[in-house]
């Protein structure tokens, strides 16, 4: 069965800004080609997933659960998959596919003495992203404005939102109907302020997949037990990637060093560097948040990124 009508079919050949008013959404700032799918369903492209459009449609990666039959499932308390899928000229591409914890109870622990150096609601309001959020906040951080004080951070790039038509029971997702209701209740604000005439909804009882472009190298911890790194070139990394998040206004809750990704050089005995700095990629964004106006100053934050290192 096509999952696509033959007028969708005819769009994924448009260019991303030429859609129709109708196939586009936005939610937290992010732009999206949104496509109903036959039989239910539906998927949120971004500008950088409009390019892999027919890819990442769920035929390629998601029906009779290729994802699990072709990709391999990453260490993690989360479901995320590496999946290759085709691309032109017989090629493979990998590809992350992420289901969401969105509205679950998160597994973050906190020794007290670091607790003490923040404020109680920084941890106690501590929740997943929805795929929505995740995505904003991400988009937020490529965007920038950068400069001397506020470096870059390369990051893998997202894709697309994929919510499948089949619905289940509100304890099978393992999720918390009043913290969904707050999901709900600001994607509602957001799309009434900066929405398009797509409006964009979540759905409790439907699951909800992110689709990431993988970020080729190996997490610092890897590379740290491979030789690569010394514990103080991990502690170095670790404490400036803290800071690079800082400085855009970002913390993320449960920030640890085998979230970041570095590539060796071809000759194998070296990372890529850059200014005296090992080149990384940030990979995890579900509690990926804005600092509260009433955090503490820097030091505590970088004690409390430390202490969360596990």
């Given at each position: 069965m096509p999952l696509l009508d033959d007028a969708?079919?005819?769009?994924?050949?448009?260019?991303?800004?030429?859609?129709?008013?109708?196939?586009?959404?936005?939610?937290?700032?992010?732009?999206?080609?949104?496509?109903?799918?036959?039989?239910?369903?539906?998927?949120?492209?971004?500008?950088?997933?409009?390019?892999?459009?027919?890819?990442?449609?769920p035929k390629a990666w998601f029906i009779d659960q290729r994802y699990q039959d072709t990709g391999r499932r990453l260490d993690g308390t989360g479901t995320v998959y590496r999946v290759p899928i085709v691309v032109p000229v017989g090629a493979t591409k990998d590809v992350v596919v992420k289901f969401s914890r969105v509205a679950q109870d998160v597994p973050i622990f906190v020794e007290k003495p670091v607790a003490d150096l923040i404020p109680n609601s920084v941890i106690e309001s501590a929740c997943f992203n929805d795929p929505f959020e995740e995505f904003g906040l991400l988009t937020q951080l490529r965007r920038g404005p950068f400069g001397p004080d506020r470096p870059p951070v390369m990051t893998k790039r997202p894709l697309a939102i994929y919510s499948p038509p089949r619905e289940y029971?509100?304890?099978?997702?393992?999720?918390?109907?009043?913290?969904?209701?707050?999901?709900?209740?600001?994607?509602?604000?957001?799309?009434?302020?900066?929405?398009?005439?797509?409006?964009?909804?979540?759905?409790?009882?439907?699951?909800?997949?992110?689709f990431f472009q993988w970020v080729k190298g190996l997490d610092a911890v890897q590379l740290f037990d491979d030789g690569f790194l010394t514990?103080?070139?991990?502690?170095?990394?670790?404490?400036?990637?803290?800071?690079?998040?800082?400085a855009h206004g970002l913390v993320v809750l449960d920030h640890k060093p085998r979230?970041?990704?570095?590539?060796?050089?071809?000759?194998?005995?070296?990372?890529?560097?850059?200014?005296?700095?090992?080149?990384?990629?940030?990979?995890?964004?579900?509690?990926?948040?804005?600092?509260?106006?009433?955090?503490?100053?820097d030091a505590p934050v970088k004690q409390l990124a430390e202490a969360m290192v596990v």
């Open positions: 969708t079919c005819q769009l994924l050949h448009v260019a991303f800004d030429d859609l129709p008013a109708e196939y586009k959404a936005r939610a937290y700032g992010v732009d999206y080609a949104r496509l109903c799918l036959l039989g239910g369903g539906e998927l949120f492209l971004t500008r950088y997933g409009w390019g892999l459009s027919k890819r990442a449609l029971k509100v304890w099978q997702l393992g999720r918390k109907e009043g913290l969904f209701s707050q999901h709900v209740s600001r994607l509602k604000a957001d799309q009434e302020t900066n929405g398009t005439g797509v409006p964009v909804t979540l759905h409790l009882k439907r699951d909800y997949i992110l514990a103080q070139d991990l502690r170095d990394l670790y404490d400036h990637s803290n800071h690079a998040l800082r979230h970041l990704i570095l590539r060796p050089r071809r000759n194998g005995i070296e990372l890529l560097a850059r200014d005296g700095r090992f080149d990384y990629a940030l990979v995890d964004f579900e509690l990926l948040k804005p600092i509260p106006t009433d955090l503490p100053d």
